[in-house]
């Protein structure tokens, strides 16, 4: 298990603080009752890889946050993935976040928990990267993955058609925090 002075990223302000890294394992007790301590269990372990100097990862490990069933707020989550996204150092790989919300969304895995609404969150993940970074043809910093979309005839939903199948699967209020915050990212370049 790396220690606490092995971070090299400072603390992302919307995860729980930590005095040292975390086994990749973290999360796994949990797993099985999938509810707030997953929730919580997965945010810590984002933290830690995050502060390692893996943000690709610590994006996975907060996409297997929203599997919880029993969560008290989902803005830690939405607000961490933007930030990592917008401070993630170029000598760290990040992968392509837009491209990787794609592929969340268009692959599921519809055994885990909550996949439904999970594939909903991805694009809505999908959306608040684009307004982070937004499209512009060719020259997209984080292009969606064109070739799948062809191949697959895959149509990406609206923002709008995202927040309402949010709403309904999950509540009102994520669906008005997301929309709040795809609001708020619209001008942020």
């Known amino acids: 298990m790396p220690s606490n002075n092995q971070w090299i990223n400072p603390s992302c302000p919307h995860l729980p603080t930590l005095e040292a890294a975390l086994p990749i394992t973290h999360p796994r007790e ?23 100097g893996s943000p690709a990862q610590a994006i996975l490990q907060i996409d297997k946050s ?3 069933t029993h969560t008290s707020s989902l803005l830690p989550c939405y607000l961490s993935i933007l930030w990592m996204v917008r401070n993630t150092p170029d000598e760290q790989f990040l992968g392509n976040p837009v491209r990787h919300f794609q592929h969340l969304a268009s692959r599921m895995n ?12 991805a694009w809505a993940c999908l959306h608040l990267t684009e307004k982070l970074f937004p499209q ?23 923002a709008d058609e995202t ?8 509540s009102i209020q994520e669906s ?13 370049n």
């Open 30 to 52: 949990h797993r099985e009752a999938c509810g707030s301590e997953y929730y919580d269990a997965c945010l810590e372990l984002a933290q830690s890889l995050w502060r390692t």
């Open 66 to 68: 929203f599997m919880a």
């Open 110 to 121: 519809m055994s885990q928990p909550n996949a439904e609404l999970r594939i909903w969150r």
């Open 136 to 158: 512009k043809g060719t020259d997209a910093i984080f292009p969606r993955d064109q070739d799948q979309i062809e191949k697959e005839n895959l149509t990406i939903p609206t």
């Open 163 to 170: 927040l309402d199948q949010i709403t309904r699967l999950s």
């Open 176 to 188: 008005v925090l997301l929309e709040n915050l795809l609001l708020s990212h619209a001008h942020s």
